[in-house]
């Protein structure tokens, strides 16, 4: 069964916090999202935060929970693609890595106009917290790069 939530977010500062309170409440509803609620939330605040960053327009917040697995995607207007882990900086940078030490697989899906970027979630593990969470952030050398592919060691 596939429940979904598309919100359309308004241009400005305030769109990630809105974004936080409309997932908080979505997710608190759903029985199978129960104590990773935190963690998703994180990754709406980071993918909507880009979103306003990156752009001057509106974005949409689109969380759909199928089977196992919540999938939260945010739909811009800018063709530019994320920066990955090897491309951080003084400008930014550090989100994918964020989003991929709490469990998120990311994929992202460019259209004419703009883009959409996705967070996959698996829901069975959202009854405990990513236990690699902590150490990812401490060790950021320690996350895949290129969406996936595997860093070369040290």
Same mark, same amino acid.
């Given at each position: 069964?596939?429940?979904?939530?598309?919100?359309?977010?308004?241009?400005?500062?305030? =769109? /990630?916090?809105?974004?936080? &309170?409309?997932? =908080?409440?979505?997710?608190?509803?759903?029985?199978?999202? /129960?104590?990773?609620?935190?963690?998703?939330?994180?990754?709406?605040?980071?993918?909507?935060? +880009?979103?306003?960053? &990156?752009?001057?327009?509106? *974005?949409?917040?689109? $969380?759909?929970?199928?089977?196992?697995?919540? @999938?939260? =995607?945010?739909?811009?207007?800018?063709?530019?693609?994320?920066?990955?882990?090897?491309?951080?900086?003084? &400008?930014?940078?550090?989100?994918?890595?964020?989003?991929?030490?709490?469990?998120?697989?990311?994929?992202?899906?460019?259209? $004419?106009?703009?883009?959409?970027?996705?967070?996959?979630?698996?829901?069975?593990?959202? +009854?405990?917290?990513?236990? &690699?969470?902590?150490?990812? *952030?401490? +060790? /950021?050398?320690?996350?895949?790069? @290129?969406?996936?592919?595997?860093?070369? /060691?040290?």
């Amino acid at each position: 069964m596939e429940r979904q939530l598309a919100v359309a977010l308004p241009y400005g500062p305030y =769109a /990630p916090h809105i974004a936080r &309170h409309i997932a =908080a409440q979505w997710l608190a509803d759903e029985a199978d999202v /129960p104590s990773r609620r935190r963690d998703a939330v994180l990754i709406v605040s980071e993918l909507v935060t +880009n979103a306003v960053r &990156h752009t001057r327009q509106p *974005c949409t917040l689109i $969380l759909t929970l199928r089977g196992n697995e919540l @999938d939260i =995607a945010v739909a811009d207007h800018s063709e530019m693609l994320p920066d990955t882990p090897t491309t951080r900086g003084e &400008h930014g940078g550090y989100g994918i890595a964020l989003i991929q030490g709490l469990g998120g697989r990311i994929k992202v899906v460019p259209e $004419l106009g703009g883009k959409t970027v996705h967070a996959a979630l698996d829901v069975t593990s959202l +009854n405990q917290p990513a236990a &690699h969470a902590s150490r990812a *952030c401490l +060790n /950021p050398g320690t996350f895949p790069r @290129d969406y996936g592919k595997a860093a070369p /060691p040290g």
